[in-house]
């Protein structure tokens, strides 16, 4: 679990940028500041990553229980 906390950070930031636009258009339409002079503001990263590492976890969690549940019974 700790890898995927680790894997998910260099992933976030990439997706926080190239959503820029998104960020632009919340920002345009809820006027909720997101998008400032160096870039996407600080939530904007932190939302992202917790949404992937919940992602990430989560699917973890089925592939886990799926695997035990199809192993044969002795």
């Known amino acids: 679990m700790v890898g995927i906390v680790v ?3 260099p992933v976030a930031i990439l997706m926080t940028l190239f959503l820029l636009p998104l ?3 919340i920002e345009a339409t809820y006027a909720i500041e997101s998008v400032g002079h160096s870039g996407p503001a600080d939530w904007c990263f932190w ?3 917790g949404v ?3 992602i990430s976890i989560t699917a973890v969690l089925v592939r886990r229980r799926k ?3 199809a ?3 002795d």
């Open 7 to 9: 894997a998910c950070l």
């Open 23 to 25: 960020w632009s258009w």
């Open 47 to 49: 939302l992202d990553y």
């Open 52 to 54: 992937l590492v919940a």
């Open 67 to 69: 695997s035990k549940l």
């Open 71 to 73: 192993a044969p019974v």
